[in-house]
């Protein structure tokens, strides 16, 4: 047994070697979120053989039920190995993406030999491709199934040759007859009918003008409190997002965790809000102070009034790119649109947006040679 560094994930883990009923050895790992660089690995070390106790415990135990352990089963196993793994935001995706689109399919009860067979997995495959999906939400999807297949390999429930082969019928779809994943906007006269279709005093109005204006994804806009509204610079501040499980957490990257300049009519519009409530404090939330909305309520309120206005469907992010677009469209520049998207670089606002961007080639050469 040893403590192992991982610098990949940066994190420490558990090797040992575990005798097996046909008297052969294997070497399992223990993987946990919390062994980072910075916990040490002398820590892991003071817990290594507690650690290593338990996990055989809990194999040899599962050993003896190997022929009748149910899928179910196996997932509950896979949703606490995930859960110490990753962040909660990971595990998140991936146990909802394989609930929602594997396990719901699938007999729970039924025996997992009967279930990791080609003809199921291709079925399953099938049955994803079908629901119409973005290629990459369907390639996200096939790959949670694939981590699953593997979890439940290394553990010896189905054999590796097996896994692999399955793991080969779940190759992700081709990309190419996608347009950018069809980013779905809208046009400044599609926003102005959505924003007409409320009341003028309805505060999920400005809840929607903030997202659009300040290009935020939507766990940072249910995150936001008044402490990160800066009146005199105006400004908010993005320095959390909020998880589809209600947490708080740290902001997609380092360049996320920045200030959005907002215009001057919803810098006076959120005042205005604010006075409405005269006992806002700084750390209530600027929406719904007294119970902070939810990303399902946010999705369901846009979604309604998307019917009531007959504009085309998005996303909550289909508003940021909304914004992305306007000012596209508007000839601003890459850098300034890139900036205000807090994007990690304009080669990610260009990568991402390069089919909106107008084709100015010839015009510049001409202006160029003149």
């Not at 291709?122 to 994803?128: A, L, P």
């Not at 290629?135 to 981590?147: A, G, P």
Request: hydrophobic share 35%; aromatic share 10%.
């Amino acid at each position: 047994m040893s403590v192992c560094y991982n610098k990949t994930r940066k994190k420490y883990f558990i090797c040992y070697d575990l005798k097996l009923p046909d008297g052969t050895f294997k070497t399992f790992s223990i993987y946990n979120k919390e062994w980072t660089k910075e916990r040490g690995k002398k820590y892991v070390q003071m817990i290594e053989q507690d650690e290593i106790d338990k996990d055989q415990k809990t194999r040899k135990l599962l050993m003896h039920k190997n022929n009748s352990i149910t899928v179910g089963e196996l997932f509950e196993m896979y949703k606490t190995e995930v859960q110490l793994q990753v962040a909660e935001q990971t595990a998140y995706a991936k146990i909802i993406g394989l609930e929602k689109y594997f396990i719901s399919i699938v007999p729970i009860n039924m025996q997992s030999d009967l279930v990791f067979t080609i003809k199921t997995i291709e079925d399953y495959k099938r049955n994803i491709v079908s629901k119409n999906l973005t290629s990459k939400r369907t390639n996200d999807i096939l790959r949670f199934l694939k981590e699953f297949l593997m979890f439940v390999s290394d553990r010896d429930y189905i054999s590796y040759d097996l896994a692999r082969k399955l793991c080969n019928l779940l190759k992700p779809i081709s990309t190419d007859k996608e347009v950018k994943e069809k980013l779905k906007f809208w046009t400044v006269e599609e926003w102005n009918k959505f924003y007409a279709s409320f009341d003028d005093n309805d505060p999920w109005r400005l809840l929607f003008e903030v997202e659009y204006m300040a290009a935020l994804r939507i766990g940072e806009l249910i995150g936001l409190q008044w402490k990160d509204f800066d009146r005199d610079k105006k400004t908010i501040l993005i320095r959390q997002s909020i998880t589809n499980s209600g947490k708080a957490r740290k902001t997609k990257n380092k360049s996320s965790n920045a200030t959005v300049t907002l215009p001057e009519q919803l810098v006076q519009k959120l005042v205005k809000f604010k006075e409405i409530d005269m006992k806002a404090e700084d750390n209530d939330f600027i929406f719904f102070a007294t119970k902070r909305t939810s990303k399902t309520s946010v999705r369901r309120v846009l979604n309604k009034h998307i019917q009531m206005s007959g504009v085309p469907q998005i996303s909550p992010h289909g508003l940021r790119h909304s914004c992305a677009s306007r000012m596209i469209n508007m000839g601003i520049s890459p850098l300034i649109v890139s900036k205000h998207l807090r994007h990690s670089s304009v080669k990610e606002t260009l990568d991402t947006y390069s089919h909106i961007f107008p084709n100015e080639t010839v015009g510049i050469i001409d202006k160029v040679f003149k």
